[in-house]
């Protein structure tokens, strides 16, 4: 899971794409990077750390040009430790290319091996990225066979991509004096929605974006997401032009972005996160009733800040009172996309404090948005009790996480999941809670879905089902032996 956001505009975009990665720093806090173009001359800076961190006046003053593209890092290739992984990537041929991604490559050791022995390009990292930005710059040189260079050049060199790459991708790339290109894969895994903001006799400026909130901040007027398969190519005078490059594209988007991963005030797919989020928890509400005893239910607390429309629906649905138990310290990073197990571990108390007076003598329903490695929801459970709690009854808005994520999401390891091998009771004595109740796989879809054009949903996590139809044992055996620390 990264933040990707690319913009053409008569003026500088240095500010603007800063400003939207601030925006879409909860995707991703690893390292942050900004490419932009002045003429034919690429600019680039990244660093580690969020994005208010890493950038200074004297390298923004450096990132000059009115194209430009971001990225926020969550490292689920690669090591996020590493500087040199940081996006975006650049390449100086053919015209020079510079490309950010967000999600993840399914054959990234048959690409490594087909640019080693067949294009005879370098690669200098581990990740998927690098990868990508050289098969669609190989697959471009291939197209082009003089200086100048057409829309039509560029999707044929994404029609190969699709053909060559497997896996999720969301991705946007500078064509150095020539656009700004964005594509998706051919089942749209991962989000990445199109926008223009038109002033009169002024270029239209255009944005590309992982999250609708970031149009919406910036004053833009929505478009439209960029279809599943599709290219979306914009000249630097601000001309677009789109096509379809893939043969059989379907829309199945990540279910994990509507539970956890994206802002609720964003629109993905034509769904909003917030309103899905609200209707997790009714549904959620129906399966509490129908397993726990209600009649000795207090209160229900949320886990802020992503459970908290899906706890207050439980509450209303089910007539108990909800209350807010958890205080969060909002200068903490995320914990699940914290790049290691120690890392999270220790930052959870720093993140989350209880309030013992509304805990003292309760019987108390807590709801998280999901629950993955259990590392959160443990120390969450041991606090609640420290604060007083007469027992917790603990309930996940998403089903049990029971087999690895492949397409972006940092969750490798089968070993590493709470869940995997275990049955709900088992679940509960390992986090310390007297009762536990997970959403049901459907219900979840149900409500996501919901009075949407949308027809099917990503969940490998939660099904053990891969759409791209690629993933294998072995290639889980691989993951899991090579992932990152």
């Known amino acids: 899971m990264c933040g990707i956001v690319g913009i053409v505009s008569s003026q500088p975009v240095n500010q603007l794409i800063y400003d939207a990665l601030g925006l879409l720093q909860h995707r991703g806090q690893d390292s942050t990077g900004i490419a932009t173009c002045e003429g034919s001359t690429l600019h680039m800076f990244k660093a580690r750390g969020q994005v208010r961190e890493a950038y200074r006046t004297r390298d923004m003053r450096t990132l000059m040009g009115g194209m430009g593209l971001g990225h926020v890092r969550y490292a689920t290739r690669g090591v996020a430790t590493r500087d040199e992984e940081a996006q975006p990537f650049y ?79 969301a991705a946007i790339a500078l064509i150095a004096g020539h656009g700004l290109l964005a594509f998706r894969d051919p089942f749209g895994i991962r989000p990445l929605i199109l926008g223009v903001r038109r002033e009169d006799g002024e270029q239209d400026e255009w944005v590309v974006a992982s999250e609708s909130l970031v149009l919406e901040a910036g004053g833009y007027e929505i478009v439209r997401d960029i279809a599943p398969g599709e290219a979306v190519f914009i000249a630097m005078n601000g001309e677009i032009a789109t096509r379809q490059c893939a043969p059989n594209p379907v829309l199945i988007p990540c279910s994990f972005e509507y539970v956890y991963l994206a802002r609720p005030d964003s629109i993905m797919n034509g769904i909003s996160v917030y309103d ?194 690629t993933v294998t044992a072995e290639y889980l055996a691989w993951v899991e032996a090579n992932q990152a620390s």
């Open 91 to 169: 390449v100086n041929a053919p015209y020079g290319i510079v490309l950010v991604h967000n999600g993840n490559l399914t054959n990234t050791r048959e690409l490594t091996d087909a640019l080693f022995r067949t294009d005879r390009r370098h690669i200098n990292t581990s990740s998927d990225t690098e990868l990508l930005v050289n098969v669609f710059a190989h697959e471009l040189q291939q197209e082009v066979s003089g200086l100048d260079l057409d829309a039509d050049q560029v999707f044929n060199a994404v029609s190969r991509v699709h053909e060559r790459v497997e896996g999720s991708y």
């Open 276 to 469: 899905a989020r609200l209707r997790l928890g009714d549904r959620l509400a129906d399966t509490v009733a129908k397993h726990a005893p209600l009649g000795d239910i207090d209160v229900v607390m949320p886990i802020p800040d992503s459970s908290r429309p899906a706890a207050m629906q439980v509450a209303q649905k089910l007539g108990i009172e909800y209350r807010e138990g958890f205080y969060k310290n909002r200068y903490v990073g995320r914990t699940f996309i914290m790049p290691g197990q120690a890392e999270r571990q220790r930052s959870v108390r720093q993140k989350l404090n209880a309030l013992s007076t509304e805990f003292k003598g309760k019987n108390v329903l807590i709801v998280d948005d999901s629950i993955v490695r259990g590392t959160t929801s443990k120390e969450i459970v041991d606090m609640a009790r420290q604060a007083g709690a007469n027992s917790v009854t603990f309930t996940s808005a998403a089903p049990p996480v029971r087999y690895p994520h492949v397409y972006g999401i940092n969750m490798p390891s089968r070993q590493e999941l709470i869940a995997h091998g275990r049955k709900i009771p088992e679940i509960a004595e390992l986090l310390g809670a007297d009762h536990m109740i997970f959403q049901e796989v459907d219900d979840m879809e149900q409500a996501i879905l919901e009075g949407s054009d949308v027809t099917s949903l990503e969940m490998s996590c939660f099904t053990g089902d891969y759409v791209t139809g």
